[in-house]
C-alpha cells in the first residue's frame, strides 16, 4: 500500500481531498490511501518517513521549499498541488489522482 499526505493550512479541506481521492483509488481498486495534516505539523511529518509521497495544497505554497528541503533530506518527493487539482468534485479528484500516480516513487 502507499501512502500520501497532503499538507493544507488548517487541515479541513484537505481533509474532505484526502477522503475523497482515497475513495476513487479504493473504486479503481489501486492500492492507495490518502492522508492529510496542517502545515505546522508538515516538515515534522515529512521526516517521519511514513509516507511515499507529500503533496502540498495550494493554500501553502508559501511553505513549499521548506517542504521539499525535508522531502530532500529524508529522500522523499514533495510535489505542489495546482488549483484545478484542488476541488472536491470528480474532475478535481481525478486530476488530484493522476498527479499522485504520476509522482509517486516506484
Same mark, same amino acid.
Given at each position: 500500500m !502507499?501512502? /500520501?499526505?497532503?499538507?493544507?493550512?488548517?487541515?479541513?479541506?484537505?481533509?474532505?481531498?484526502?477522503?475523497?481521492?482515497t475513495d476513487y483509488f479504493k473504486q479503481k481498486v489501486i492500492d492507495i490511501v490518502v492522508d492529510a495534516t496542517t502545515a505546522?505539523?508538515?516538515? !515534522?511529518? /515529512?521526516e517521519t518517513r511514513d509516507f511515499d509521497l507529500f503533496i502540498i495544497s495550494p493554500q501553502t505554497k508559501m511553505y513549499?521549499?521548506?517542504?521539499?528541503?525535508?522531502g530532500a533530506r529524508v529522500g522523499k518527493p514533495v510535489v505542489e498541488i495546482p488549483f484545478q487539482a484542488y476541488i472536491p468534485i470528480p474532475s478535481g479528484i481525478e486530476k488530484l489522482a493522476k498527479l499522485i500516480t504520476d509522482n509517486l516513487p516506484n
Open positions: !502507499k501512502k /500520501i499526505l497532503i499538507i493544507c493550512a488548517a487541515g479541513m479541506s484537505s481533509s474532505v481531498m484526502a477522503q475523497k481521492t505546522t505539523e508538515g516538515t !515534522k511529518a /515529512i513549499f521549499k521548506q517542504f521539499a528541503e525535508a
